[in-house]
């Protein structure tokens, strides 16, 4: 487990995907592809020898927000990759895109 706080820039064990850490403090699993991210200035480069679940491995869109479901976490992809991003190795903890909210007409 990582503490996440706002700023924290993560990278994937198993694919090219990085985040930063939008939103959300304390102890969690940050994971992508069903494995541990890690930091940022952790050496190494990922491990593309690890398999990763299919169901982990919808991918990630640059430039696009994910949030769990209750919205504590938010997390910008600063690099796509393969895996999927979730609050632990589990399936029903999956990070979604946050959807764009309207803006109001101005007239």
Same mark, same amino acid.
């Given at each position: 487990?990582?503490?996440?706080?706002?700023?924290?820039?993560?990278? !994937?064990?198993?694919?090219?995907?990085?985040?930063? +850490?939008?939103?959300?403090? &304390?102890?969690?699993?940050?994971?992508?592809?069903? %494995?541990?991210?890690?930091? +940022?200035?952790?050496?190494? !480069?990922?491990?593309?020898?690890?398999?990763?679940? !299919? @169901?982990?491995?919808?991918?990630?869109?640059?430039?696009?927000?994910?949030?769990?479901?209750? &919205?504590? %976490?938010?997390?910008?992809?600063?690099?796509?990759?393969? &895996? #999927? +991003? #979730?609050? &632990? @190795?589990?399936?029903?903890?999956?990070?979604? %895109?946050?959807?764009?909210?309207? +803006?109001?007409? #101005?007239?």
């Amino acid at each position: 487990m990582i503490v996440l706080k706002p700023g924290t820039r993560l990278k !994937s064990a198993v694919c090219e995907t990085q985040i930063m +850490l939008v939103k959300g403090r &304390g102890e969690h699993d940050l994971c992508c592809g069903g %494995i541990a991210m890690q930091a +940022l200035n952790a050496m190494g !480069s990922p491990t593309t020898q690890l398999d990763f679940d !299919s @169901p982990f491995a919808a991918g990630t869109l640059m430039g696009k927000r994910y949030v769990n479901s209750d &919205g504590s %976490i938010e997390a910008l992809c600063t690099k796509a990759g393969l &895996g #999927s +991003l #979730s609050l &632990g @190795p589990n399936l029903d903890n999956l990070l979604q %895109i946050k959807q764009t909210e309207a +803006l109001p007409a #101005s007239d």
